[in-house]
T-cell receptor, first 112, second 115 residues
Framework: GENVEQHPSTLSVQEGDSAVIKCTYS??????FPWYKQELGKRPQLIID?????GEKKDQRIAVTLNKTAKHFSLHITETQPEDSAVYFC???????????FGAGTQVVVTP | DVKVTQSSRYLVKRTGEKVFLECVQD?????MFWYRQDPGLGLRLIYF???????EKGDIPEGYSVSREKKERFSLILESASTNQTSMYLC??????????????FGNGTRLTVT
């Protein structure tokens, strides 16, 4: 079955710097890759997603890139702010049921 | 906005008790899921359902069962709670049907402690 590895497990950045989180997946049939942000004590919420027919997608300060050949996708956060501090999860799926495999999560800490 | 509601935020149960975790969504979603969240392990799928009365095992179904009698409600059942089932449980739903690969909408979670 699908396996998703996420790195790094923790990431500390200075406010204003960029943060990059990378995920690799094992199943070449994976075709949809969402990213979720989970603030402390809150539910995971979708922040951006990408489908396999697209290489890059941007939404203001966040972007996701997909390399199907290498089977990895990355989350990029530019001009980080303290409110970006959270745990970020990547996920992938191969089927229309929406059964996702999640990465282990990255704790991002943005220091002023 | 989709609302996924889990009946309890915190639960404390004793070993051997039967435990019910309830989840309700209000957006007519076809798919519903139960995940377990543990530090360093991410979210692991316990069971999911793509239709009323339908259920499929996820990656870690042992010790759990589910029930979906109505479209909007998906229940997770721990037949005999054990201490290794102490965890955060997240319910989620997604559009499903003809919507290919729609994102998950999560509830706030139930933190279950089994003593």
């Amino acid at each position: 079955g699908e396996n998703v590895e996420q790195h790094p497990s923790t990431l500390s950045v200075q406010e204003g710097d960029s943060a990059v989180i990378k995920c690799t997946y094992s199943d070449s049939a994976s075709n949809y890759f969402p990213w979720y942000k989970q603030e402390l004590g809150k539910r995971p919420q979708l922040i951006i997603d990408i489908r396999s027919n697209v290489g890059e997608k941007k939404d203001q300060r966040i972007a996701v890139t997909l390399n199907k050949t290498a089977k990895h996708f990355s989350l990029h956060i530019t001009e980080t702010q303290p409110e970006d501090s959270a745990v970020y999860f990547c996920a992938s799926t191969t089927d229309s049921w929406g059964k996702f495999q999640f990465g282990a999560g990255t704790q991002v800490v943005v220091t002023p | 906005d989709v609302k996924v509601t889990q009946s309890s935020r915190y639960l404390v149960k004793r070993t051997g008790e039967k435990v019910f975790l309830e989840c309700v969504q209000d957006m007519d979603h076809e798919n519903m899921f139960w995940y377990r969240q543990d530090p360093g392990l991410g979210l692991r799928l316990i069971y999911f359902s793509y239709d009323v009365k339908m259920k499929e095992k996820g990656d870690i179904p042992e010790g759990y069962s589910v029930s979906r009698e109505k479209k909007e409600r998906f229940s997770l059942i721990l037949e005999s709670a054990s201490t290794n089932q102490t965890s955060m449980y997240l319910c989620a739903s997604s559009l499903g049907g003809e919507s290919y690969n729609s994102p998950l909408h999560f509830g706030n979670g139930t933190r279950l402690t089994v003593t």
